[in-house]
Structure formats: structure tokens, C-alpha cells
């Protein structure tokens, strides 16, 4: 074997397992997390929490717009350490709490929630930062923001009363 042949194959064994990591899922989630330790079924209980927030109508619900992987990844990068411990503990006290089969009921479950409590400010987390990944989504910006290109047209015919 020459040397161009070993240096070659000793590439493509490489890029292989590089390509064959990334490829193998442990079971978390969908996304690179630093500091949060998510599954993927806590991953699939805030998409379903988050199409409860934005439900699907004539326009995309939360889901669609994949606003559950906004709120980790903004939650895992913007938010202090405190409040990602208060996050992750609400989270998993509302999961054993809820049951998401009812909508209305999820919907009245998360209205009543007591004041300072760890559900309450998982809540208030998750409810800002959806409605921030809402507000900022493509689907809004092409079709719910009217883009003006200028403040405001310029028109040098107006008549003044005077």
C-alpha cells in the first residue's frame, strides 16, 4: 500500500466517525443544549405546552413554527443560572401536573397558578420568550409586518389652512 492510498482512506475513516457522532442521538434533544439537560419527551411536552399557548388557526401554532426550540435555546443562552434551575424545577413539577389531552383545562391549570411559585416563573419564562420567537418568526415578519422601506412617504402637495 502507497502512501497516498493510506493517507486517503485514513480521511475518509475519519470524516466517518465525525459524520457517524453527530448522527447518533443520546435521547436529549433536538438541539446543542450547554447548560440544560432536556429528553427528548421534555422536548416534545413544550411543544405540545407551546401549541397550547399559540394555538394553530388560520395561522401556524407554536409547534409549527417550532417555537419549543426557541424557548430551550434562549433559556439555555439568555437566562442567568438562577433562573434556568427555576425553570428546569417548574418544568418538571407542571409536567406531573398537567394533562395536556384538554386544552381548556391546561388552559385554566396555567391561569391559576399561585404567585413565586416554580411553575409560576417557569410560566412566565416560557410564556415571554414564545411570544418573543412568535413575535420575531418568519412567519410574522413576511406576513403579519407591513415592511416600509422609508418612514413614511414624503408628499410635497399638502396644503396648509392659514
Given amino acids: 500500500m502507497n502512501r497516498r492510498t493510506a493517507i486517503k482512506q485514513f480521511f ?21 443544549l450547554n447548560k440544560l439537560k432536556l429528553s427528548a419527551e421534555d422536548e416534545q411536552f413544550l411543544g ?7 394555538p394553530k388557526s388560520d395561522t401556524p401554532g407554536g409547534k409549527e413554527l417550532n417555537l419549543h426550540l426557541f424557548v430551550i435555546k434562549m433559556v439555555d443562552d439568555c437566562e442567568s443560572p438562577e433562573n434556568q434551575e427555576k425553570f428546569v424545577s417548574g418544568f418538571n413539577k407542571l409536567r406531573k401536573q398537567l394533562n395536556l389531552a384538554n386544552a381548556k383545562e391546561t388552559e385554566n391549570s396555567l391561569a391559576n397558578l399561585k404567585d413565586k411559585t416554580d411553575e409560576k416563573i417557569f410560566f ?3 410564556k415571554s420568550r414564545a411570544i418573543q420567537g412568535y413575535m420575531n418568526s ?3 415578519m413576511k406576513n403579519k409586518v407591513i415592511y416600509k422601506l422609508i418612514p413614511g412617504p414624503y408628499n410635497g402637495a399638502v396644503k396648509i389652512n392659514g
Avoid: K, P, Q, R
Wanted: with cysteine; glycine share 12%; charged share 15%.
Fill in 12 to 32: 475518509i475513516i475519519a470524516g466517518g466517525l465525525t459524520i457517524l457522532s453527530s448522527c447518533l442521538n443520546d435521547g436529549g434533544a433536538s438541539i446543542v
Fill in 48 to 54: 405540545d405546552l407551546v401549541d397550547v399557548l399559540i
Fill in 138 to 140: 418568519e412567519y410574522v
Fill in 124 to 126: 412566565e419564562i416560557f
